[in-house]
């Protein structure tokens, strides 16, 4: 996905440009964009009065308007915070972004991964501008695990743009779609897999809910919104941490010696936070998080190298 991502910023970009992102940040988009050339201009999502997170809109027209920002990376759902925009967001987004003439790329892979309750609203059906200033990526890797396989592709309603990018996408021979690949995007995409895919979004409603729950009941200090798409955690260890003396890296480092695999969220740009895959047996979910319970955040003697302050 981030090929695609810079297939379409290499058109609508010069190097050295700056490109707006909400953070936190997948870090495919970062190291990407970086490599590129481009300059990363974060505005910061802010979690409201129930625990949600919301784009700041009011950040994310200042720093366009004086930054002189024409390209806009939009992750909808939102990896790794797990939110699915509500349309009305959605459409102040794009009115901010067309009243700034900001082209925008939308990854939206994970736009099959809704939870119970959700809407995924796709972003170019809320304006004529979303429609026709905005290059949208899709895939069936995340949904269907065909991540190994070259299978990513683009909505492009812009003729001249959408020409622009197939020829940028080609120039590598590296994007080229395979036999294998074909029929496996194909195959996912047939009624058949519908009915697995409804029912991998309830599985993984019901993981989300009891990893949810779990934090708020038993790992005090730790806090967490709940995803409404995707299947990752991002929890956020600041006030454990505090409480506790240490540091997200001595949190890391015990889950990893309970057996308990996450990633560490600065790399998205979560200064005290874990990031956590919950694509798996709900009976593994529990199994690593009494883990977490026993072996982590409510075990006095968590490795110690420091407070959160100096590494976190």
């Known amino acids: 996905m981030p090929g695609g991502v810079i297939s379409a910023l290499n058109v609508l970009c010069s190097h050295g440009d700056k490109v707006l992102l909400h953070s936190p940040t997948y870090i495919g988009f970062t190291m990407a964009l970086q490599n590129n050339g481009c300059h990363i201009v974060h505005s910061p ?15 994310m027209e200042k720093k366009i308007a004086e930054q002189k920002i024409h390209a806009a990376v939009f992750c909808s759902p939102h990896n790794p915070c797990g939110r699915v925009w509500e349309k009305r967001e959605i459409e102040r987004a794009m009115e901010i972004f067309g009243k700034h003439h900001v082209f925008v790329t939308s990854d939206e892979i994970w736009s099959d991964i809704i939870l119970t309750g959700n809407k995924h609203t796709p972003t170019q059906s809320v304006s004529e501008f979303a429609r026709q200033n905005s290059v949208a990526l899709y895939a069936p890797g995340k949904t269907f695990n065909l991540a190994g396989l070259v299978g ?9 743009l959408r020409d622009r990018v197939a020829k940028e996408s080609s120039l590598a021979h590296y994007s080229d779609m395979n ?18 895919c409804d029912e991998l979004c309830e599985t993984l409603t019901g993981n989300v809910d009891f990893a949810v729950n779990y934090i708020e009941e038993h790992f005090q200090g730790v806090e967490t919104s709940r995803p409404e ?13 505090k409480a506790h003396g240490r540091t997200i890296e001595d949190v890391e480092h015990a889950c990893w010696d309970a057996g308990v695999a996450v990633q560490d969220g600065k790399m998205f740009h979560g200064p005290c936070h874990l990031r956590l895959n919950l694509a798996l047996p709900l009976t ?11 072996y982590v955040f409510n075990n006095p003697i968590v490795p110690n190298k420091g407070c959160c302050g100096d590494g976190g």
């Open 45 to 59: 999502l802010v979690r409201d009065e129930n625990g949600i997170w919301r784009m700041d809109f009011a950040d």
């Open 152 to 160: 990513s592709y683009h909505i492009i309603y812009n003729s001249w």
């Open 179 to 196: 036999v294998l690949s074909m029929h496996a995007l194909s195959g996912a995409y047939k009624p058949e897999a519908y009915q697995w």
């Open 229 to 241: 798409g995707t299947y990752m955690l991002f929890a956020d260890c600041t006030g454990w941490c």
């Open 284 to 294: 593994r979910v529990q199994e690593a998080f009494a883990r977490m319970d026993k």
